[in-house]
């Protein structure tokens, strides 16, 4: 939001706590809704059925999404307050004035949304995936706190320029995305033509899920693919296997670079500014839910405490 509309929903400085609430509703409704199968896709004559359920439903929510991202763009245009700062959605209204057939509102509400849609849930499960699974393997916590206290040091917090100087933390990240990766049928695609693979004939249309999932646990292709081991990313070892959680192709992710940058900063800093144990001896549990975005079944609960040499840094904040 900060740099799409200029805006801050978390922390302090956060500029409406009411419209904050609706921006998480928006997204949560949107994706619920768009997730999982629908009643017709088994039973076409049971469209009218899927109508009255689903549709209707998703129609309202997506009124209600295009009247959320109406408001910020409309306050943009009139440069209420703090939205005089630079933001995507000005730029694209800086655009209109001079294109206005090209750059219509409808345009800068879509492409405003996907990115909120898109951006949002996959790189906070990832994050919350990647801190579960370093609870449930302490080791390489203390390996990845080792790596940011001699690379970073304990008078500042990890910055963007660091992350490249973080290679195991980078491997945390890919291993959490291979076990846990955050779309993992892919988006659906389809067949813009008749083609044939392997020998099958694919009519035009038809519908293509990738199981990323599947392709990241195959045993032919890692080796103990159910064990979170980070080091069989270390030094570009893991380079020519097939991790994709952001997908594959011309449609590929278009925010992989600044999903990792995002997902290495909140984890690096959670890693470097606090001391972490689950709560009891159990391990965390790790059941995937269900969704287009997988989340966790049961949302983390941990314990966490300032680490001592960080606590004058963290309160001049
Ligand atoms: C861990 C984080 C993320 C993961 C795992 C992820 C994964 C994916 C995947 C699998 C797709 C579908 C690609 C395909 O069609 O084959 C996708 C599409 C997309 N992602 Fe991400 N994504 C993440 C974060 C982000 C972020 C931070 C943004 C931008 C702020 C973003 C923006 C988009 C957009 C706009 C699309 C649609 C692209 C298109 O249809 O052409 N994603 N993402």
Not at 111 to 124: C, I, K, P, V
Not at 144 to 172: F, N, T, W
Not at 274 to 286: A, H, K, L, P
Request: aromatic share 8%.
């Amino acid at each position: 939001m900060g740099m799409i509309a200029g805006k801050r929903y978390y922390g302090e400085e956060a500029n409406d706590w009411e419209e904050a609430r609706q921006f998480r509703q928006v997204l949560e409704d949107a994706s619920t809704l768009a997730s999982g199968s629908r009643l017709k896709d088994f039973f076409p004559w049971l469209r009218f059925l899927d109508f009255m359920l689903v549709s209707r439903r998703l129609k309202a929510v997506v009124r209600e999404r295009n009247a959320f991202s109406q408001r910020f763009i409309d306050e943009i245009r009139k440069g209420v307050g703090a939205q005089k700062k630079k933001t995507m959605v000005g730029d694209l209204l800086g655009l209109q004035d001079r294109e206005p057939g090209e750059y219509t509102d409808a345009l800068i509400r879509s492409l405003s949304l996907s990115l909120l849609q898109a951006g949002t849930d996959t790189s906070s499960n990832t994050i919350e995936w990647a801190m579960s699974l370093l609870l449930n393997n302490p080791h390489a916590l203390a390996k990845a706190r080792d790596e940011i206290d001699v690379v970073v040091g304990r008078d500042r917090l990890v910055e963007e320029a660091d992350i490249p100087d973080l290679p195991y933390l980078r491997a945390i990240i890919n291993e959490t995305l291979r076990l846990y990766p955050v779309v993992p049928l892919d988006v659906p695609h389809e067949s813009a033509i008749e083609c044939f693979i392997d020998g099958y004939k694919i009519p035009r249309g038809t519908m293509l899920l990738i199981n990323i999932y599947a392709i990241h646990r195959d045993p032919n292709i890692w080796k103990d693919p159910t064990e979170f081991r980070p080091e069989r990313f270390e030094n570009g070892k893991a380079e020519r296997l097939c991790l994709l959680p952001f997908g594959i192709g011309r449609r590929k992710c278009p925010g992989e670079g600044l999903a990792i940058r995002m997902i290495a900063l909140a984890l690096g800093t959670l890693i470097q500014c606090f001391e972490w144990e689950r709560i009891g001896t159990q391990e965390v549990e790790m059941t995937e839910g269900a969704g287009i975005v997988m989340a966790k079944a049961v949302r983390l609960d941990a314990m966490y405490r300032p680490r001592p040499d960080m606590v004058p840094l963290l309160v001049g904040l």
